[in-house]
């Protein structure tokens, strides 16, 4: 079983940054892909940007340029690193873990961000 545990959400101003962490526990195997998905209210859940424990990465275009994904295979941590925010990026943040042999998935409880002035 794996635990994902997120943090960094809040409440930042457009154009302003903010940091998502999430640390993963338990029986961690490879091959993996570790990412973070969103949604918003009365929307789905959708893809943020994805990690390969082997460093390939994968951004959705409506946050290419802005967001940084980047992993600590050592810490079983995934970071996400946000700028530019913008009201549109107000969402539930949600970690993932997903291993790409089987894909069986874990999902984190999620972090709140919420860009507004």
């Known amino acids: 079983q794996v635990q994902l545990v997120e943090s960094g959400g809040g409440l930042v101003q457009p154009g302003g940054s903010l940091r998502l962490s999430c640390t993963a526990s338990?029986?961690?195997?490879?091959?993996?892909?570790m990412g973070w998905y969103r949604q918003a209210p009365g929307k789905e859940r959708e893809l943020v940007a994805t990690?390969?424990?082997?460093?390939?990465?994968n951004y959705a275009d409506s946050v290419k340029d802005r967001f940084t994904i980047s992993r600590d295979n050592g810490k079983n941590t995934v970071l996400l690193q946000m700028s530019s925010l913008a009201p549109e990026d107000t969402a539930v943040y949600y970690c993932?873990?997903?291993?790409?042999?089987?894909?069986?998935?874990?999902w984190g409880t999620g972090t709140l961000v919420t860009v507004s002035s």
């Open positions: 338990g029986s961690i195997f490879r091959i993996n892909v």
């Open positions: 993932n873990l997903r291993y790409i042999l089987n894909g069986i998935t874990y």
């Open positions: 990690i390969t424990d082997g460093g390939t990465t």
